[in-house]
């Protein structure tokens, strides 16, 4: 048994013993997880999640089917569409095929295929997996994010990053280990921006103190960081003085841990209070550095920002940081808000991969780049060649996942000559899912947590497997 | 003893009767967990044919066991095996071994005969006889035999009776959510009467803050709030019904009727504005606005969460775990849920929101809705109506006039015409002027329209919608029709009405006599709000994966009284409080707290952090900020800026947090709005769900992010200054008294009155020598007639107050 699992220990002793809600029975059924979790080689320690809220069009960005120029505005054949639910928007219209108005390369001395929008990660082709056969059952919006970030469609389930919190537990204690980012702006327009709901980031039934902590653009990055305006550390420091001997002396007196518990935390705040600006401030980036990331990256709740302060928190230890980048809903004027959205992202994101690569931190972060869902090969909206829209597809979709033991330069999974149906080697969800908590050492049958009767898990009730194929 | 404080490591207390295993205690939470899944009530996950959650087919015995003979026992052999194509649970169930000491009680109960029983909540709730003590001076009421006789059992003794202090602050926070005052605390140390106590007790009841405070538990437990929770999350309206909820506390309303107005208040002949309200409940579920989703599909995820929600609140049952299949570890069958469905599938209204236009969009109705106009509002609008339809006529009248001219204009001379053209002019400005009136009175009708409370409510279509079985919870695969019907484990449902069962017979079945859980489900919620941790920790779920009872026949002897006193909730309260085993001290020292965390023995006083609403509230109350205006719609209290802007869609309404202004803001939290898709942090971050689905208890946890919100929060601070000009009312030497007690309720020691003194002056030599700091410190303050170096050192004083552990927790 190392340190850490001894760190463990003594936490969740800590939590039963402070009253939060972790039941024997929690306890005694996470202990040997844990200590196989630790006796296991994890592949990864940190995870960045880059989500794509809104659903990005695999058929222009990932799936390259070249024979679909010559089926502009044909049918889909019912053979393929095959009886599959549709939304509101398009139920009883005609689905007439439209291919990409983009060009796809092959890329890196892999010669995997991308599109044209796509050029810095072209550039770091030979560092990314491909999967083009991610599926899901939701095919709206709310329970298909929801699904996708806590494992479940309906809402009260825990988030991926809240799982590990609870699962692993902290590196750097003067840091949250859950963090969220949302882009603040799209370049994509606002058109096509869907809601988030902090359920995605959310504990659910786990202890709250593992919720995702959401950083604001403006203002505290963490919520009421800053001391009241005429209030400096000084002034703070000997309130908390006053309060923690007060607390002391009750502690004394009642006997109840729970009372040491807040002092400690109180400690930990005023640290925060030092740590988290010092995370937030850029000043000591290189230029080259900033420039990597692209012009956006000097301002404020842009991604490129958000991806240079994941690599911040990632070095600092934070175990699993999440961005949220919205406006990816294209039912209509698709090629000029892709290329919008992929601006956002494409360098930003390359970027990332590249600076991790630098320090030497790529192979301990497993990055992940996803949405919701796919898109329809079919149009929706104006048909022409250069302007089209596309609605939800949830039967296939692409991302790309990068270092933290991930094979790179493959894409994995395959499709149909319409970009409709998964042909070949399928990944569901929750096979992402239990693919990501494998790699951090993590076995997804045995994080469990007891709630409503259920032993519940990230991958909930059906058969999820480690994708071992795409794994170093 | 030993043997069971292993045996039952999530219940580690010695029950009655040395030895002796008892089936529903020991041997069915562990089948539960490690067999049912397999060996339960699922048929369609069974394995070998082997159900082990009810007897045999010749009903003797459970399966797979030999009464008294442990050697012979196929379980046993099973459970202790070390083969791994023998051993149960399978290695690839992922399920726990079974330890030694759990196949000891196995072995134990075979041995003593392997005596079963059926599930305890299922059974009919029968008033158990008060047990025998050995102490009964200490009793003094029944609830104190019960607590007493365990304590016994476990050779601990009860705290003695905490002091008045501590008892006034713990009744006032229990019964009313906010701290005693000065005043209540000196008037109750001077009350030497015998009857002070229950004096209090009675004082607190009957206040109407007593309503808002029970109301704010059922309000999570029934997932209220101010948005649909769902994609644009746009703004709704519900609340007259939370209105309802603190008048029905507060007046009174018997428990049962509380049930029925809720699930079928609409079906009452001549319902009440009341009763339509209530049934508002059917309404609480979060529902998608249109054109995404496929409506059938809306429908039926709206009826799902409706059904689940009465299985959680009413039941104690997680009867959602049957949409898909059968219940892994309770009797609910698939069948069973959509029988419950179909009562529910019948709602007169469309299963999305309406459109953007129009002014149920603005006002956060979707039909059907009654509105409550007030007696001003009505005179109103028949002014108003009555105005219209003279404007109408006089519009009319004009309009007549009009063509008559056009009539008259043939055939006439010029000075005729010219005439003519004159009164058509003047004719046509004024049908513009009143038309322009008319156009005015309709836009004042609006206007007057969005300020009308209004209710959504419940009610029937006129045809009944057909339910069917959903093949693995699908809205798209049907299979079998279903009737309406109960789970065929619970007593049967018995009509009230003529005509297929409706919702109204449902809502009879669950209040009547023989319902095993309505009753037990409520009283141990109760239980829970008083004790922080329920007879039954698991709130939400009486069913088998449910915990085993801390206090089994207390629970049934406090269900059967509650049923007996006419489901009268302030006499439960009352006799809850009156316990001596809820006045017992809390400060129990360290060794009563490690070896009970969660006081399941009820040794001690409970003492847990307060829940975010009280925090605040005290806050707020203890500052002289608050507004304690009672009902009405819910307000917004400043909060950090850009948080639902950070997640909601652009064309949400409302899409950006606008603080409200004046003493809105100072409002009890139990009015804050409430937004799913990004809740007030100020509560999140103290525990308090999203409110997009049923909680029945909050955790309690204590975080870094709960120091930051308590130390710099802009009202804790705002409360804090407000305090502090307060306290330089009163003389330096007595004020840190001062504001320790009306913030603790308790007056500071020698040495907590060194720490404070010391740290004041800290504050005092500080701010003076930082005069722009302090300025700062007292921004919103206008004409402060003190010195701002002062004002500034004795806000930073009640800022470390408010941070005490003491302050946020009730003891």
């Known amino acids: 048994m190392n340190q850490t699992f001894l760190d463990e220990l003594a936490r969740r002793q800590f939590l039963k013993a402070s009253g939060m809600g972790l039941g024997a029975t929690a306890l005694g059924s996470l202990l040997p997880q844990n200590a196989v979790a630790q006796a296991k080689i994890s592949k990864a320690k940190h995870v960045i999640f880059l989500f794509m809220a809104g659903a990005p069009s695999q058929v222009d960005l990932f799936d390259h089917k070249p024979d679909l120029e010559n089926q502009f505005k044909q049918p889909l054949p019912e053979s393929i569409s095959n009886g599959q639910r549709v939304t509101a928007m398009t139920r009883g219209k005609e689905q007439l095929v439209v291919p990409t108005m983009f060009k796809f390369n092959r890329s890196g001395e892999s010669g995997i295929w991308m599109s044209e929008l796509l050029p810095h990660l072209q550039k770091q082709a030979d560092r990314l997996c491909i999967v083009k056969s991610f599926n899901t059952n939701a095919i709206n919006h709310d329970p298909a994010k929801t699904y996708f970030c806590t494992g479940s469609e309906l809402p009260g389930k825990a988030s991926m990053g809240s799982w590990l919190s609870y699962g692993l537990g902290a590196i750097n204690k003067d840091l949250p280990d859950f963090i969220v980012l949302n882009s603040a702006f799209w370049t994509g327009g606002t058109r096509n921006v869907q809601g988030l709901y902090s359920r995605l980031w959310g504990s659910g039934f786990l202890p709250s103190q593992h919720q995702g902590v959401k950083f604001q653009t403006n203002g505290d990055p963490v919520l009421f960081l800053s001391n009241p305006q005429g209030v400096n550390a000084q002034v703070r420091r000997r309130m908390l003085d006053a309060a923690g001997a007060l607390n002391q002396k009750h502690l004394d007196e009642i006997g109840d841990q729970e009372i040491a518990t807040t002092i400690s935390q109180q400690e930990m705040a005023f640290r925060m209070q030092a740590s988290v600006p010092e995370l937030t401030d850029l000043s000591s980036e290189s230029q080259d550095v900033m420039d990597a990331y692209g012009p956006e990256v000097q301002k404020n709740g842009s991604f490129a920002r958000n991806c240079l302060l994941a690599r911040r928190m990632i070095e600092r230890g934070v175990r699993f940081v999440q961005l949220f980048h919205r406006g990816w809903d294209h039912h209509s004027i698709l090629p000029k808000q892709l290329r919008g959205q992929t601006y956002d992202v494409d360098q930003p994101s390359a970027a990332l991969i590249e600076d991790l690569a630098a320090r030497g931190l790529l192979e301990d972060t497993l990055i992940v780049f996803a949405g919701e869902f796919g898109r329809t090969v079919y149009g929706q909206g104006k048909l022409a060649r250069d302007d089209y829209g596309r609605d939800h597809h949830p039967r296939c979709f692409s991302g790309w996942l990068a270092g933290g033991g991930i094979k790179g330069g493959i894409s994995y999974g395959e499709t149909d000559d319409f970009s409709y149906n998964v042909v070949k080697n399928p990944v569901a969800v929750r096979d992402l899912h239990a693919t990501l908590l494998h790699q951090l050492g993590v076995d997804h049958q045995k994080l469990i947590f007891p709630f409503q009767g259920l032993d519940q898990k990230l991958t909930g009730v059906e058969p999820a497997r480690v994708i071992s194929e795409i794994l170093a | ?811």
């Open chain 2, 1 to 811: 003893m030993l043997l069971l404080a292993v045996s039952s490591s999530w219940m580690p207390f010695a029950e009655g009767g040395e030895g002796k295993v008892s089936f529903n205690r020991d041997i069915r939470p562990i089948l539960s967990d490690r067999c049912f899944h397999c060996h339960g009530p699922d048929e369609e996950d069974r394995k070998a044919d082997l159900r082990l959650d009810v007897l045999d087919s010749d009903g003797s015995t459970l399966a797979a066991l030999s009464p008294g003979n442990v050697a012979e026992s196929e379980l046993i052999r099973r459970i202790s095996s070390k083969e791994i194509d023998v051993v149960m649970p399978p290695p690839e169930a992922h399920k726990k071994a079974f330890s030694e000491s759990e196949i000891e009680v196995f072995e134990n109960w075979i041995e003593q005969g392997a005596p079963y029983e059926k599930f305890w909540a299922f059974t009919p709730v029968v008033r158990p006889a008060i047990p025998d003590v050995e102490n009964p001076e200490w009793c003094s009421n029944a609830i104190d035999y019960f607590v007493l006789r365990k304590l016994e059992e476990n050779q601990v003794a009860p705290q003695e009776v905490a002091d008045r202090r501590t008892l006034l602050r713990r009744l006032s926070l229990d019964l009313t959510g906010l701290p005693p005052t000065r005043e209540e605390i000196g008037d109750f140390l001077e009350d030497e009467s015998d009857s002070a106590y229950e004096d209090a007790v009675d004082r607190l009841l009957n206040k109407p803050q007593f309503g808002e405070h029970q109301a704010r538990y059922w309000l999570d437990l029934v997932r209220f709030a101010d948005t649909n929770g769902i994609h644009h999350d746009h703004y709704r309206d519900l609340s007259p019904y939370r209105q309802w909820v603190i008048q029905a506390f507060n007046e009174g309303l018997p428990y049962d009727d509380f049930v029925r107005f809720q699930i079928a208040g609409d079906l009452f002949p001549d319902a009440t504005d009341d009763q339509l309200i209530a049934s508002g409940f059917n309404r609480l579920h979060m529902i998608i606005d249109r054109g995404t989703m496929l409506p059938e599909e809306s429908l039926a995820r709206n009826v799902i969460d409706r059904v689940t929600a009465v299985g959680t609140a009413f039941m104690g049952l997680t009867v959602g775990c049957a949409v898909c299949h059968d219940h892994k570890y309770d009797p609910i069958t698939s069948k069973d849920f959509y029988q419950l469905y179909a009562f529910f599938n019948n709602l007169d209204a469309s299963a999305e929101t309406g459109g953007r236009s129009g002014n149920d969009f603005k006002r956060g109705l979707q039909p059907p809705y009654i509105e409550l106009p007030s007696a001003e509002q009505e005179k109103f609008r028949l002014e108003i109506s009555e105005r219209r339809a003279e404007l109408n006529r006089q519009i009319e009248s004009i309009k007549n006039t009009l063509k008559t001219l056009d009539a008259a204009e043939a055939g006439t001379n010029e000075d005729q015409a010219r005439e003519t053209q004159l009164a058509r002019e003047e004719g046509e400005a004024e049908l513009k002027q009143l038309e322009d009136q008319s156009k005015q009175l309709r836009a004042e009708n609006d206007a007057l329209d969005l300020l009308i409370p209004a209710a959504m409510v419940m009610r029937e279509r006129q045809e009944k919608r057909p339910a069917y079985l959903m093949i693995r919870g699908a809205y798209d695969n049907l299979g079998a029709q279903v009737q309406r019907g109960t789970p065929a484990f619970l007593p049967s449902l018995k009509r009230v009405s003529d005509g297929p069962a409706d919702r109204m017979d449902l809502a009879t079945w669950l209040v009547a006599p023989e319902q095993p859980l309505t009753a037990r489900v409520a009283v141990n919620r109760f239980w829970q709000q008083l004790f922080g941790v329920g007879i039954v920790r698991t709130s939400e779920d009486l069913g088998a994966q449910g915990e085993w009872p801390s206090h089994p026949d207390l629970l049934d002897y406090l269900a059967s009284g509650f049923i007996d006193s006419g489901w009268n909730v302030r006499s439960l309260f009352k006799q809850m409080v009156m316990s001596k085993a809820y006045r017992q001290r809390s400060d129990a020292g360290p060794e009563a707290f490690k070896r009970d965390p969660d006081n399941r023995l009820i040794a001690r006083g409970s003492r847990y952090r307060l829940d975010a609403e009280v925090i605040r509230d005290q806050f707020l109350y203890a500052s002289g900020l608050m507004n304690a205006e009672i009902g009405g719609k819910s307000v917004k209290p400043p909060q950090p800026l850009g948080l639902w802007k950070s997640v909601a869609l652009p064309s949400s309404y409302p899409n950006q947090f606008v603080a409200d202004e004046g003493d809105k803001v100072y409002r009890r939290s139990v009015y804050t709005f409430w937004k799913r898709g990004m809740p007030p942090p100020q509560m999140t971050i103290l525990n308090a769900p999203t409110r997009e689905d049923c909680t029945a208890r909050r955790e309690r946890t204590n975080t870094p992010l709960q120091a930051l919100l308590l130390m710099n929060e802009t009202q804790c601070m705002e409360a804090a200054r407000q305090l502090a000009i307060k306290s330089l009312e009163v003389e330096k030497e007595k004020r840190i008294a001062f504001l320790y007690e009306t913030i603790t309720g308790r007056v500071p020691d020698e040495s907590e009155m060194n720490q404070l003194v010391s740290a004041t002056e800290y504050f005092e030599s500080f701010y003076r020598s930082n005069p722009d700091l302090a300025i700062q410190l007292n921004q919103n303050v206008a004409n402060v007639s003190h010195e701002s170096h002062e004002v500034a050192a004795w806000t930073m004083l009640v800022n470390t107050l408010f941070n005490l552990d003491i302050t946020k927790t009730r003891s």
